[in-house]
């Protein structure tokens, strides 16, 4: 089963300084990676998907995928106080199969 | 459109009572997905259907657990006999699952407390 690992398990950033998120895998074969929010005590929201090595953007928010290093990242431009919540990573190994999710990244943007 | 939409989004169980929680999927998704969320074990995958049709139940626990999908518009989870170590959020997800994506669109969970 894959195993996903995100670091750090916490992070503090100032509002406007850019936020970085960190996800590893073990399987060097997925290609379906994506990004979900979650906000205290509600469901997830999906912010970014990303399929091939490279840089994806949605808006302030913009993935990384390096697959032979096992590594995706998640990057916030610009980060406001409304963007703290849980950061969580997912991967699966082909376009329909099942995510599996980190155990997810605590997000504080201080004004 | 109306998001997933779950219920009860709470509910308190005593040990060894059965408890059932429901998922309505966005309509026109024809997979659906059930998630358990702990602090300690983080978002673990249950098991789901495509088309009301089961096909990977190999999170799901052997014993106590079920799920099913008797129509397009809704799915149950129940858990038989709970225990004290069935305490978590139950998070249903929908997705389209076809050429569109498979992006999964959750709801806002079940959180469950047996005591």
């Known amino acids: 089963q894959q195993k996903v690992q995100q670091s750090p398990e916490s992070l503090t950033v100032s509002e406007g300084a850019m936020a970085s998120l960190n996800c590893t895998f073990s399987?060097?074969?997925?290609?379906?990676f994506r990004w979900y929010r979650q906000h205290s005590a509600k469901g997830l929201e999906v912010l970014v998907s990303?399929?091939?090595?490279g840089e994806k953007e949605e808006g302030r928010f913009t993935a990384h995928l390096n697959r032979a290093n096992l590594h995706v990242s998640l990057h916030i431009r610009e980060p406001q106080p409304s963007d703290s919540a849980v950061y969580l990573c997912a991967v699966s190994m082909s376009n329909y199969n099942v995510l599996y999710f980190g155990s997810g990244t605590k997000l504080t943007v201080e004004p | 459109n109306a998001g997933v939409i779950q219920t009860p989004r709470h509910k308190v169980t005593g040990k060894g009572q059965e408890a059932t929680l429901w998922c309505e999927p966005i309509?026109?998704?024809?997979?659906v997905f059930w998630y358990r969320q702990t602090i300690v074990q983080g978002l673990e995958f249950l098991t789901y259907?495509?088309?009301?049709?089961?096909?990977?139940d190999s999170g799901m626990p052997k014993e106590r657990f079920s799920a099913q999908m008797p129509n397009q518009s809704h799915s149950t989870l129940k858990i038989q006999s709970t225990q004290p170590q069935d305490s978590a959020v139950y998070l249903c997800a929908s997705s389209p699952w076809d050429n569109s994506g498979n992006t999964l669109y959750f709801g806002e969970g079940s959180r469950l407390i047996v005591v």
């Open positions: 309509s026109g998704h024809s997979a």
């Open positions: 990303i399929f091939s090595d």
């Open positions: 259907f495509r088309n009301q049709a089961p096909i990977d």
């Open positions: 399987d060097g074969t997925s290609n379906n």
